[in-house]
C-alpha cells in the first residue's frame, strides 16, 4: 500500500498533538513529589539538642521522611544539603542560605512551646538570648502557661521575610524543619550478639523530636513533638522480620522511618490546615 507523504505529516501532526502518557518531570524539587498537591520545602533536619547526632544520621533521616512526605501526596523540595552543617555552624547573620535556613529553624525552636534553653546547642542558646532577651526565661508562671500552649505563632518579621525568599526561589509553599532531640539505641540482651560486635546491654530505644511547619507567606508556625519509645515493639519486629535480633544500625533506620511516618501523617493531618489561616492574634 502506497502511503502519500501528505497523510504522512498529517499523522505526524496527530501524534505530536496526543498528551504524553509517561511519566513527566517532576517540579517539585530534589526528590519529586505531586506537584498538583501541597508543596513542602525541607528547610533543615538538624540536632539542636544538648549533643550533636553525625550529619550522616541526619541525612538518613531526610531521606526517610521525603518519602513519608511523598506517600502522603505532598511534593517536596529540598537543598542537597539539607542537614546544613555548614549553617549550623556558621556565625549567625553570616547570609549564606545554609546560616539562613539555621536562623529560621532557630527562630521557630525560640518561639515555640517545647524550647526548653537549658537543654540545647550552645548556638541556639545564644540565638534565644538575642532574640528573646534573657530575662524571658526567668519568668517562670508566664514560661509555664506558654508551655502548656498549643497556638500556632509566628517567626520574628526579619525571619519571615527571608523564610518567604528562599520559599519562592523553590517553588514551595510551606516550609518544614526537625529538630532531632534525641535518638538513643541501644541493644537488649545478647541476642543481637550474631549481627553487631557493638555493645549489647541496656535495652533501650528511644527518638524524640520537634518539627516546625512554617506557611512561607505569613509566616505563621506549627510545632508539634514527636517522640517513640518502641523497645519492646522493635525487639519483636525484629525477631518477626529477621528470625533474630537486629544490629544498632538497622534498628536505628526502624525508629527513624517510625518518626519520618509520624511527621508526615501530622504534617498531612494537621499541620497544613493549622498554617493555611492567616489569623492576628497570634504571638511573636
Known amino acids: 500500500m502506497q502511503i502519500s507523504w501528505k497523510n504522512v505529516f498529517l499523522l505526524a501532526a496527530l501524534l505530536f498533538a496526543l498528551p504524553l502518557t509517561g511519566t513527566p518531570a517532576q517540579a517539585a524539587g530534589l526528590f519529586g513529589g505531586t506537584p498538583a498537591g501541597e508543596s513542602v520545602f525541607v528547610g533543615e533536619v538538624q540536632s539542636y539538642g544538648d549533643y550533636e547526632l553525625k550529619a ?27 542537614t ?45 538570648d538575642m532574640a528573646m532577651g534573657r530575662a524571658y526565661f526567668h519568668q517562670e508562671e508566664r514560661l509555664a502557661a506558654w508551655k502548656k ?31 532531632l532531640k534525641d535518638f538513643d539505641v541501644r541493644l537488649k540482651h545478647s541476642i543481637f550478639a550474631t549481627h553487631t560486635e557493638r555493645e549489647t546491654k541496656g535495652k533501650k530505644l528511644s527518638a524524640s523530636l520537634d518539627y516546625y511547619l512554617v506557611n512561607a507567606a505569613t509566616g505563621r508556625v506549627y510545632e508539634k513533638h514527636i517522640e517513640n519509645k518502641k523497645t519492646a515493639q522493635m525487639v519483636n519486629f525484629g525477631l518477626g522480620k529477621t528470625g533474630k535480633g537486629m544490629d544498632v544500625d538497622t534498628l536505628l533506620g526502624e525508629v527513624m522511618e517510625t518518626s519520618a511516618k509520624d511527621i508526615a501523617a501530622d504534617v498531612k493531618k494537621h499541620g497544613l490546615d493549622e498554617v493555611k489561616g492567616n489569623g492576628t492574634s497570634l504571638v511573636h
Open 84 to 128: 546544613n552543617e555548614v549553617g549550623r555552624h556558621d556565625a549567625i547573620g553570616s547570609g549564606d542560605e545554609a546560616a539562613e535556613l539555621s536562623e529560621i529553624h532557630m527562630d521557630a525552636i525560640v518561639h515555640g512551646h517545647q524550647f526548653d534553653r537549658g537543654y540545647t546547642a550552645a548556638k541556639l542558646a545564644h540565638y534565644a
Open 149 to 179: 500552649s498549643t497556638q500556632v505563632y509566628r517567626l520574628s518579621p526579619d525571619k519571615q521575610r527571608t523564610a518567604a525568599t528562599i520559599a519562592a526561589k523553590y517553588g514551595a509553599d510551606y516550609m518544614l524543619f526537625v529538630n
Open 56 to 82: 550522616d544520621a541526619c541525612a538518613t533521616f531526610v531521606d526517610k521522611l521525603a518519602e513519608a512526605l511523598r506517600q502522603q501526596g505532598i511534593a517536596v523540595s529540598g537543598r542537597a544539603d539539607l
